[in-house]
């Protein structure tokens, strides 16, 4: 009996884990003149039951980089099938956008509407609406959450705080925040880095808070915070600024500063947080 049992755990162990798979699409943009390249994350199974729906996370991409870092840099469809096949995490579909290139003063980066570059529209206007009717989506509040690394966790962030409305949870790091002190750079002259920095100062993450009256407060409340960054990243200031900001407006988040900086090898371990982290709040 000891020997059969032994033998069916080894058997259970060396089961392939559930595998799901990356495909690539895009999105025409009328907002942006453009098409938009993306990735998707699809979890095991999808497809099969036709009247199933997916939470759904958008993962978002730093600056310099564009749509394929979280899959390529990021190595992210192994941890979601990790977490998901362990049950930290449930079936999602994550969006992957392209929001950059490496080209930073030739190309376009950034989450926000900048001149000649009006990506917060598209995103809500278009490629929200699109990509969740054609991934089989819930599409609500209590099942959509945003995350992303540096300006990505930044523009996370600011999503979250623009429309609380529309997500359940925002996992930010080693985010992009502000930018008055020019931690970034203003760019030089007026190109597109120059525009992205503009931008990430006029959306400041902190003054939104400094400045939130009790209304918007409260609809922050609805979302769950949480900030995460390294204790050597040049952005540290930030995350605890943002910290005790949230705190003094009585705003419950939640703040780690683990050893690192501001790299793949902390990304890649942060996303092993983030994912559970967006799943335990789903649905509430």
């Not at 994550?94 to 929001?99: G, H, L, R, S």
Request: glycine share 8%.
């Amino acid at each position: 009996m000891k020997k059969t049992v032994i033998a069916a755990l080894s058997l259970l162990l060396c089961l392939p884990l559930a595998a799901g798979r990356i495909v690539t699409d895009t999105v025409k943009s009328k907002i942006l003149s453009s098409d938009v390249v993306l990735n998707v994350y699809l979890p095991d199974g999808f497809g099969r039951n036709e009247a199933q729906r997916y939470p759904a996370i958008y993962l978002l991409h730093g600056l310099s980089d564009d749509y394929r870092a979280w899959r390529d840099k990021g190595q992210m469809q192994t941890v979601v099938d990790e977490l998901i096949s362990s049950g930290e995490c449930v079936s999602v579909v994550i969006f992957m956008p392209n929001a950059g290139g490496p080209d930073t003063h030739n190309t376009w980066n950034g989450y926000f509407n900048m001149p000649g570059w009006n990506y917060e529209d598209f995103f809500f206007q278009e490629f929200m609406p699109e990509v969740e009717k054609k991934y089989k989506v819930v599409g609500d509040k209590e099942h959509r959450a945003v995350m992303g690394l540096s300006m990505g966790g930044g523009g996370s962030t600011v999503y979250c705080q623009r429309h609380p409305d529309l997500f359940s949870s925002c996992y930010a790091m080693s985010p992009w925040l502000d930018n008055e002190s020019n931690s970034v750079g203003p760019g030089g002259e007026k190109d597109k880095r120059y525009y992205v920095c503009e931008a990430v100062k006029e959306h400041s993450a902190l003054r939104f808070v400094e400045q939130a009256d009790d209304e918007t407060k409260a609809k922050l409340r609805t979302v769950k915070w949480f900030f995460d960054c390294g204790d050597d990243d040049f952005l540290f200031d930030q995350s605890v600024k943002m910290h005790q900001l949230m705190r003094g407006a009585w705003i419950h988040d939640e703040l780690r500063i683990r050893n690192g900086v501001h790299n793949w090898e902390y990304w890649h371990q942060a996303l092993r947080l983030a994912l559970p982290f967006a799943s335990r709040n789903f649905g509430k």
